[in-house]
């Protein structure tokens, strides 16, 4: 291990990973490093192109679209991993079912009697005013009121040692795909290591999620199809890997149909009556008769045939909802209101400027704080629409940021900057 650590280096008051400044090496890394270590320098280069001839020839892929129209990389894999002990993993656990909950009864409150806004525990603005509140879907009642059957958390662990959530993914979330790719590689590139590890497998994460999605189909032998926006999607690759994992025909919109509020898969031998949809395509583009009516992604007539009950889409059209990180704020309060516990995993500090009190805090202290768009589809300033650092802004740019916050405080949030671990990765030096 001394071979691959020598020259490692530590950030001043910055939480790293593998190496304790006091103590050096973490137990959890020791018996990786030492099987890394045993093998020659040659031997891990050549298990490293292996890994990226897997890649290559499994099509893994990220597309990303640039001028040139040609978007699609490989995926990008370093053959490090992150190791998480079991007594970590299982806080971690019990945190993400307690803010999976959370967000679940959330969304459903809020599609439904809305009693989160009545009694005064959510602005009416924060919500009415989010692009991602979609008013055809209120009231609709669904089975095991099971908005949300998959979603995805933003997890970093920041110089205190504690893990805190950045956001939340409850629109159509995507990185399962990619992590069990990576773990079918790692498991063929370092097979002993793997295996000496003991590494929770992933593969009753996907059987659980497969049965959820069966139990809540409205059918007793239910057809469940994975839509896709396409082989253009930057993450089309996971949509094919997964369709294929789990055993759900991968469809795009156009192979849908909906007659007499029942969805349809085309098919050689006819329709074939769709009993739930496990989406990958943002809720707005889902149905251009009710939604966005410029969308060539979705199906026309799906809000109204899961009104009438007869299908179930996952994650429920809607459920982006719970995206906005400005909720953030609100999420320790609601998980005590709700079920009259502690937030395991605490957020982020956020402040939404909609609030005259959070907004002055953030005027005040806004070259310590990073200020973010309350929805994300829409931008700050001018043709700007991610997150901006007041401190390193020129003053020109920072005097329009403030005047704006002062005019428009509901369009920001402002969260407080956590120093984020490091963790080692590999550099493959010929």
């Known amino acids: 291990a001394v071979a691959l650590t020598g020259s490692y280096g530590l950030i001043p008051g910055v939480f790293d990973e593998m190496m304790d400044p006091a103590t050096g090496i973490r137990p959890l890394w020791q018996g990786f490093l030492d099987g890394l270590s045993a093998l020659p320098a040659a031997e891990i280069r050549r298990r490293w192109d292996t890994a990226q001839r897997l890649i290559r020839e499994n099509g893994t892929t990220y597309n990303v679209y640039d001028e040139s129209g040609d978007g699609t990389h490989p995926w990008r894999m370093d053959p490090i991993p992150a190791l998480i002990g079991a007594d970590e993993w299982r806080h971690i656990e019990a945190g993400l079912i307690q803010r999976t909950r959370l967000l679940n009864a959330v969304v459903s409150d809020l599609y439904g009697p809305q009693s989160l806004l009545t009694e ?112 253009h999607n930057e993450t089309y690759f996971e949509h094919a890997f997964l369709a294929r994992y789990l055993g759900f025909p991968l469809v795009e919109g156009e192979d849908l149909t909906v007659r007499d509020n029942k969805v349809f898969l085309k098919t050689l031998h006819g329709l074939r009556q769709v009993h739930l949809i496990f989406r990958r395509v943002d809720s707005e583009y889902c149905d251009p008769l009710e939604l966005r009516t410029d969308s060539l992604l979705g199906v026309a007539g799906l809000v109204a045939a899961a009104r009438a009950g007869n299908v179930v889409v996952a994650n429920a059209l809607g459920s982006g909802l719970v995206e906005c990180e400005a909720l953030m704020s609100f999420m320790p ?46 931008s700050i300033i001018t043709n700007h629409s991610g997150a901006m650092l007041p401190a390193q802004m020129t003053p020109e740019d920072r005097d329009r940021l403030i005047a704006r916050i002062q005019r428009r405080g509901y369009e920001y949030m402002g969260q407080e900057i956590l120093p984020l671990s490091t963790t080692p990765s590999w550099r493959n030096e010929t």
């Open 333 to 378: 309060g609601l998980c005590k209101h709700l079920f009259g516990e502690d937030l395991l995993l605490p957020s982020a500090a956020t402040w939404w400027c909609g609030q005259e009190r959070e907004r002055d805090y953030v005027l005040e202290n806004i070259d310590r704080l990073v200020i973010r768009p309350t929805f994300s589809s829409r």
């Open 120 to 231: 005064g525990r959510l602005p009416p603005s924060l919500i009415l005013g989010n692009p991602n509140f979609l008013r055809a879907m209120h009231g609709i009642g669904l089975p095991t009121n099971g908005w949300l059957n998959f979603i995805a958390v933003d997890l970093a662990r920041a110089s205190d040692n504690n893990w805190w959530v950045l956001s939340d993914r409850t629109q159509a979330p995507s990185g399962a795909g990619y992590a069990l790719e990576n773990r079918v590689v790692m498991g063929r590139t370092l097979p002993d290591i793997f295996r000496n590890a003991q590494v929770q497998r992933l593969a009753g994460f996907f059987q659980t999620l497969s049965d959820n999605l069966v139990a809540q189909a409205p059918a007793e032998d239910p057809l469940i199809v994975l839509l896709t926006p396409g082989p």
